[in-house]
């Protein structure tokens, strides 16, 4: 066992079983780790009773389990919020798990942090003044640090032309000495990863190069009379070989080509050319992460690992990088994928499911929808096995009983016998009939072990407690109308009449049961228009109007930043002490409140003793929905609300919304949840929908999918299978 402990506010530590056996050239690409455990214990350090007490101390997130890749397959990692996959996937990329080799190139991308990119590198520092690179620079540099050899070049070519007799020498000592440091680094955290035979090797390495720097700092620091003329001849000749294989890196060809497919990625993820010249610092939180994503996406990398990369792109830019990542597993060498998404649509392009549950993980071959169907499947013919067994275990049962009364009575030991057997039988013989394989179960070949007497129970999976909201019923209007009308209106920001139009003549209405998907690129006009809609803006021209006894419901796209800024200001403020203070007219009472909680997924203590900014994100989303659905509205606005969600809490959100009886106004770029809430589709094939399609007041309910495009607005009439055209007409 070998153990490794991250030096932060939580700490993670990982052990697994290591093999003792020369396994000879690992392929990088793969990993085969068994007895994986992984436990995050709060606190920055702690020495060797620390780790014995680890496990009753930590958060267990994984208990013995096999974590297996196979080279070039595409994993979508599936699990619910809190079951640790953002953990596993620091430990992986970070290399904290024993078994890793430290030669494997590992890439990740982290919808929490922005700057950690390449685990390898670790996170890019905060440019000083004077180096902000462009968007650009910094993807190729991200991508191939290209900044690090071009420093080796500099410091070899000013030695190798100056006319210091010395300074190529010099300079080629400097370039080693550096790479000596970093060679020192690797071995000795890889030292502390190891134990046992492959932990002595490791040490021993650990000494070597550390003999290895000690030594060569003597030379390092020689003087130039202590050097032989020899020794300047020959260094001399070292650094000139060194400094042309460096400019072979850095050849206008290869250049060129990185550059050109920089632009390539970044153009498919929305950047203009005039975007990619703008400088990192002065982007958005988006934008920064979709430069993130690029310089993830342009490196040369063993395993890929891409935490919510759609985020924060549009549907086009959606639809791109799910092309990108399946032309990238069709390469000659491709990397070993690992996704997390809650959009079931983009995980369509995944191969396999690694599902981390119950502190372990389980491995399917095929789709999301696929895997579903095969538990469900599965549960229902164990169902059925057991229910017929326990049907005939009570009638054997019930023959064992009678056979041994008559037998008794009658003083018949040939009954009593036969009674005992089948009684011997019952005990230690019942159970599966089938074997792993399918086949009929054999005692003898399928039950190892003279200590085992008896088949395994049939075990049928239990699902876990389904997620679930539960919406309050709107209240009733006391007139008809439209809840919202927009009526030719157009919005342009302040300025000169020459300012483009943001919004070029809308017309739409909102009635009662509606359901109406907004769709279109960033910049399109989407977040202006619901702005519009919620009253936060007024328009140019044009009209809005709103029933006057219109409650609205609006879920911002920033609303869990802008809990988790409110929860950073009040550290003690909790779910239910922020609904109890919020001003309202529903007269609702604590037990009232806590009821709302309960019933969006934030029960008992959660809501009422752990702070909001301790909340995860998708918690945060539950409790901006409590905050929206307290005053019972009658229409909801939703701006992109399942970001933060795992997928079966979208596919929850989802079921609610659509047999909800008020209006739902629906921005999001997931194309699955959008189908289910406006369109009405049913399951994951996209031709069922629902049979009853009545809204509040009874009427047939009305299902638009609109598409903004430079301000306009247009009705698909064929849904999001035509924009999905529109967007790849090829």
């Given at each position: 066992m070998t153990s490794m402990e991250a030096e932060s506010v939580s700490t993670i530590v990982c052990t697994s079983k290591q093999t003792r056996f020369n396994i000879g050239t690992p392929n990088y690409r793969e990993l085969d780790i068994e007895g994986l455990n992984i436990i995050v214990k709060s606190g920055s350090k702690s020495g060797a009773k620390g780790k014995a007490k680890a496990k009753s101390e930590g958060i267990e997130i994984l208990s013995n389990a096999k974590l297996r890749l196979k080279a070039g397959q595409r994993y979508a990692l599936i699990g619910r919020n809190g079951t640790g996959k953002s953990t596993l996937l620091k430990a992986v990329a970070e290399k904290l798990i024993p078994g890793i080799p430290e030669e494997t190139r590992i890439t990740i991308l982290q919808q929490t942090d922005v700057g950690d990119?390449?685990?390898?590198?670790?996170?890019?520092?905060?440019?000083?003044?004077?180096?902000?690179?462009?968007?650009?620079?910094?993807?190729?540099?991200?991508?191939?640090?290209?900044?690090?050899?071009?420093?080796?070049?500099?410091?070899?070519?000013?030695?190798?032309?100056?006319?210091?007799?010395?300074?190529?020498?010099?300079?080629?000592?400097?370039?080693?000495?550096?790479?000596?440091?970093?060679?020192?680094?690797?071995?000795?955290?890889?030292?502390?990863?190891?134990?046992?035979?492959?932990?002595?090797?490791?040490?021993?390495?650990?000494?070597?190069?550390?003999?290895?720097?000690?030594?060569?700092?003597?030379?390092?620091?020689?003087?130039?009379?202590?050097?032989?003329?020899?020794?300047?001849?020959?260094?001399?000749?070292?650094?000139?070989?060194?400094?042309?294989?460096?400019?072979?890196?850095?050849?206008?060809?290869?250049?060129?080509?990185?550059?050109?497919?920089?632009?390539?990625?970044?153009?498919?993820?929305?950047?203009?050319?005039?975007?990619?010249?703008?400088?990192?610092?002065?982007?958005?939180?988006?934008?920064?992460?979709?430069?993130?994503?690029?310089?993830?996406?342009?490196?040369?990398?063993?395993?890929?690992?891409?935490?919510?990369?759609?985020?924060?792109?549009?549907?086009?830019?959606?639809?791109?990088?799910?092309?990108?990542?399946t032309a990238l597993a069709e390469s000659s060498d491709p990397p070993t994928l690992i996704l997390v998404s809650h959009d079931r649509d983009f995980i369509s392009l995944c191969t396999d499911l690694l599902i981390i549950k119950d502190k372990d993980l389980a491995y399917f071959h095929g789709d999301l929808p696929t895997y579903e169907a095969s538990r469900a499947e599965k549960k229902a013919y164990l169902t059925k096995m057991k229910e017929a067994q326990d049907k005939q275990k009570e009638h054997i049962q019930q023959t064992i009983q009678r056979n041994m009364r008559e037998g008794k009575a009658k003083d018949d030991q040939n009954k009593i016998r036969q009674a005992k057997s089948r009684q011997k039988?019952?005990?230690?013989?019942?159970?599966?009939?089938?074997?792993?394989?399918?086949?009929?179960?054999?005692?003898?070949?399928?039950?190892?072990?003279?200590?085992?007497?008896?088949?395994?129970?049939?075990?049928?999976?239990?699902?876990?407690?389904?997620?679930?909201?539960?919406?309050?019923?709107?209240?009733?209007?006391?007139?008809?109308?439209?809840?919202?009308?927009?009526?030719?209106?157009?919005?342009?920001?302040?300025?000169?009449?020459?300012?483009?139009?943001?919004?070029?003549?809308?017309?739409?209405?909102?009635?009662?049961?509606?359901?109406?998907?907004?769709?279109?690129?960033?910049?399109?006009g989407k977040s202006t228009l619901i702005k519009l809609l919620v009253d936060e803006a007024r328009p140019s021209s044009g009209t809005v109007t709103r029933h006057p006894r219109l409650k609205l419901g609006y879920y911002a796209q920033h609303a869990v930043e802008a809990l988790q800024n409110r929860g950073r200001a009040d550290p003690q403020m909790t779910a239910l002490s922020l609904l109890s203070a919020q001003e309202s007219d529903d007269g609702l009472d604590e037990g009232e409140i806590r009821s709302l909680l309960g019933s969006l997924g934030l029960p008992g203590r959660l809501a009422s003793d752990v702070p909001v900014c301790r909340l995860s994100g998708g918690q945060l989303v539950r409790l901006e929905l409590a905050r929206i659905l307290r005053r019972r509205p009658q229409c909801l606005v939703l701006d992109e609300a399942t970001t933060h969600l795992d997928y079966e809490t979208v596919a929850a959100l989802r079921e609610a919304l659509r047999?909800?009886?008020?209006?739902?106004?629906?921005?999001?770029?997931?194309?699955?949840?959008v189908r289910g809430v406006v369109e009405g589709v049913v399951g994951d094939g996209g031709e069922e929908r629902e049979e009853d399609d009545r809204g509040g007041g009874g009427d047939i309910r009305r299902r638009l999918v609109c598409r903004l495009r430079a301000g306009a607005m247009s009705v698909l009439e064929g849904g999001l299978l035509v924009l999905y055209f529109y967007c790849h007409p090829g």
């Open positions: 990119v390449n685990a390898d590198k670790g996170p890019v520092p905060a440019p000083s003044e004077g180096e902000d690179p462009a968007v650009l620079e910094e993807v190729i540099e991200s991508a191939t640090a290209k900044q690090e050899v071009q420093n080796e070049i500099d410091i070899l070519s000013e030695g190798v032309d100056g006319g210091d007799p010395f300074g190529a020498l010099r300079a080629f000592r400097k370039v080693h000495h550096g790479r000596l440091q970093k060679e020192l680094f690797l071995k000795d955290k890889d030292a502390r990863l190891r134990s046992g035979a492959r932990g002595m090797q490791a040490r021993k390495a650990l000494i070597t190069i550390e003999k290895k720097v000690a030594e060569f700092q003597s030379e390092y620091e020689q003087k130039d009379e202590d050097i032989s003329p020899e020794t300047v001849a020959k260094e001399t000749s070292e650094a000139a070989n060194m400094l042309a294989d460096l400019q072979l890196q850095v050849e206008p060809s290869k250049l060129a080509e990185t550059d050109s497919e920089a632009k390539k990625i970044l153009t498919g993820l929305g950047f203009t050319e005039s975007r990619m010249a703008q400088r990192v610092s002065s982007l958005s939180g988006g934008w920064k992460m979709r430069t993130a994503l690029a310089a993830a996406l342009l490196q040369d990398t063993d395993i890929l690992i891409l935490d919510e990369p759609t985020n924060f792109l549009d549907l086009l830019g959606i639809i791109w990088l799910q092309r990108h990542l039988k019952l005990d230690d013989r019942w159970g599966v009939e089938v074997n792993a394989k399918g086949g009929r179960f054999k005692l003898n070949r399928d039950l190892v072990g003279h200590h085992l007497t008896a088949r395994a129970e049939i075990d049928i999976p239990q699902d876990e407690r389904p997620v679930s909201f539960t919406l309050p019923d709107p209240p009733e209007l006391r007139f008809p109308g439209a809840l919202i009308s927009v009526e030719k209106v157009s919005f342009r920001y302040a300025g000169t009449a020459k300012t483009p139009a943001v919004l070029k003549d809308i017309d739409i209405s909102v009635s009662m049961g509606d359901r109406i998907g907004i769709l279109g690129l960033n910049g399109s047999g909800w009886e008020g209006a739902v106004v629906v921005v999001s770029h997931d194309r699955w949840f």
